[in-house]
């Protein structure tokens, strides 16, 4: 199998960074990508701001990101340049897709409404991209494979409703077809009722000193969750770990199952 790819999520948007609105779309991504047993391992928020949005992809790449997903700036005002930034940290250029026009035309119409010679501007993308038709609004998103140099790229709208549109009809099935590919990741996890973080801590770090495994907890009040993230190929390793931590959780009578 191929080692785990190292995802990105770069949020942009000045409306996100000025706290005029919570960054849900990073949460709902990186969700959905986990449920497949691939992990984001950096999520970036960033203002439309083109040297900004470029040194995120930097930042992005330093830490040696596979895949960036970016979300927001598709639209058809002056603000919106994801699309840009991408062409230029790819070095591909940006290619007319009468397609997009055509689409943006006619759901423009069934809406009552004319399409705009501003809005044009949602019709270029990187030379080679994947377009992924949008059908809750006008910006399409796409996919670019560009290694080398500059990596693969998922750009998204920032609309909610249209990120998820786009998921199901693309993004679901490409990440479940990636995840075959890789040494998925796992979480096994409990949650514990009326035991401090400290004291949960105690009884389990022993069990696992030295070993491969990464070790979390998170308070969710009033439950503490302790979990145990791994990858597929070391399930036969986890097995006696799990009995030591199982006849340890027994004891305590405070478990809450999920």
Known sequence: MLELHKIAIVSIGSEITTGQILNSNAAWLAHKIQEKGLSTVVHLSVPDDRPLIQEAYHFC???????????????????????????????????WNEASWQKIKELLKS????????QK????????????????????????NATPPGGEFIALPGPPAEIQALWNLYLDSWFTQRSTLIDKTTIHSWNFKDIPESELALLVEPIFQNSPFTLGYRLHKPFVEFK???????????????????????????????
């Open 61 to 95: 790449r330093n830490l040696n990101c596979s895949l960036i997903i970016t979300t927001g700036g598709l639209g058809p005002t002056s603000d919106d340049f994801t699309r840009e930034t991408i062409s230029s940290e790819t070095l591909l250029p940006l290619i």
């Open 111 to 118: 809406r009552g409404r004319e399409a705009k010679e501003i």
């Open 121 to 144: 501007q949602q019709c270029y993308f990187p030379e080679g991209a994947e377009v992924l038709i949008n059908p809750e609004g006008t910006a399409n998103g796409f996919y670019l």
């Open 228 to 258: 145990i993230i791994y990858r597929e190929s070391q399930k036969e390793i986890l097995l006696p770990y799990l009995e030591k931590v199982e006849k340890i959780f027994a004891s305590l009578d405070k478990i809450v199952k999920p």
